[in-house]
């Protein structure tokens, strides 16, 4: 163990070592359990108010804070069933943001592959992940712990490797190339994810009452519609996510992801059978239940601005746990980040004037920039009143 690694369950009495501290941390989380730390340091305490165990769960009881989410089934919304399975996908957009998706039709070959390949990389030793650290916030690769670690005040239990999937033939000679079969089996998963995501659209887009399958094949024109369609399909943005969660001795002081809502369109999340993914539910802190084999779908800012807030981009949070590794890998996707996103015209009506400012990557990257881990919300920024 390192003379650092020994100290760091009492950071307090330590500040003379500060640097090496910072050092420590800037290597992540892994890293530290790796090596066998016993408490968690100071950077990653959150004031007592952030914690994951105050307030928000004093009237519920345990049932209601184990949420079971709405659950689409893609099978059935591809079928004769369809009208009626767009009702409940607009139910769990509108009241949720969140659904979990089951019988979506990737190949379960592929979902543990790309599980299993995620672990794997965070199992390289730290020279090998190292080399995918950066400080650029849009470089095609992004290796790192917490969320922003060079502007985070808290840290979060969480590695991260941040991969941009579009254009392919562009980002994919920076990706790494360990494990031996990491590219393939990552491209695999992102040309399943997106072929899902169009299908997705299509039906939130059918949900919105901008776009109707039956009226497209009578030859009535839905141009706006086909072309957010077409836009999200040729050049879309794909950000794929591998989260990594190391057992934390002492979960009740930190979060592996702090509040915030994701950027994009729409998420897919994958999740291993480890709890920890939280959203915000009627003023509560609830628990998503893994489903294995089934994606947790969340509405990014993008939708609920497109939507002119009718559907809504929940905040959401990690706890991490004691005992258990958790791996997630999150999906995200969105118009080009060259595009602008605003509300849909067909959604701004008299008594629902438009609600959100025009938006583009620019200003978020701007925002995630200069703010720290505390309030990740940026949508919040965008509202109109
Ligand atoms: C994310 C996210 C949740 C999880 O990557 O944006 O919210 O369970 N992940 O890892
Ligand atoms: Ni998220």
Redesign the pocket.
């Known amino acids: 163990m390192s003379p650092a690694l020994a100290l760091s369950g009492k950071t307090r009495e330590i500040s003379g070592n500060y640097d090496s501290l910072e050092m420590l941390y800037q290597k992540g989380v892994k890293h530290m359990y790796d090596n066998g730390i016993e408490h968690v340091p100071s950077k990653y305490i959150l004031p007592a108010a952030e914690r994951p165990n105050v307030n928000s769960e004093k009237n519920a009881s345990p049932d209601e804070l184990n949420l079971n989410l709405p659950i689409i089934d893609f099978a059935e919304l591809q079928g004769p069933n369809r009208a009626q399975v767009l009702k409940s996908l607009a139910y769990a957009c509108e009241n949720y943001g969140f659904f979990q998706l089951v019988n979506h039709g990737i190949p379960e070959e592929i979902i543990n592959n790309m599980v299993n390949v995620s672990k794997s990389f965070f199992e390289m030793p730290f020279s090998e992940r190292e080399k995918y650290m950066s400080a650029d916030m849009s470089s095609p690769v992004r290796y790192g712990t917490s969320f922003n670690q060079t502007n985070d005040g808290v840290f979060c239990w969480r590695d991260f490797l941040k991969l941009v999937c579009h254009p392919l033939s562009d980002v994919l000679p920076h990706w790494p190339s360990s494990p031996f079969d990491f590219r393939q089996l990552v491209v695999s998963y992102a040309k399943e994810t997106k072929l899902l995501f169009m299908l997705l659209v299509e039906a939130i887009l059918e949900s919105l009452g901008l776009k109707n399958r039956e009226k497209k094949t009578e030859g009535v024109n839905d141009d706006d519609d086909d072309d957010i369609l077409k836009e999200l399909e040729d050049d879309g943005s794909q950000l794929m ?1 591998m ?1 990594c969660y190391p057992p934390c001795p002492q979960p009740d002081l930190t979060l ?2 702090p509040p ?1 809502s ?1 950027y994009g369109f729409l ?1 897919l ?1 994958l ?1 291993d059978q480890v709890k ?2 939280q959203i915000q539910h009627e003023h509560n802190w609830v628990t998503v239940q893994p489903i294995p084999g089934s994606f947790v779908v969340n509405v990014g800012d993008h939708l609920e601005i497109f939507s002119n807030g009718r559907y809504k981009s929940v905040l ?1 949070r ?1 706890l991490v746990n004691s005992t258990n590794y958790r791996i ?1 890998v ?1 999906s995200l996707h969105s118009l080009p980040f060259t595009s602008t996103v605003r509300p849909s015209d067909k959604l701004i009506t008299e008594t629902n004037p438009r609600r959100y400012k025009d938006t583009d990557f620019a200003s978020f990257l701007d925002y995630i920039k200069s703010c720290d881990s505390k309030k990740k919300n940026f949508l919040e920024s965008r509202k109109l009143y």
Request: glycine share 14%.
């Open positions: 996510v989260n592996g992801m915030h994701d998420t999340l999740q920890g993914l959401h990690v997630s999150a």
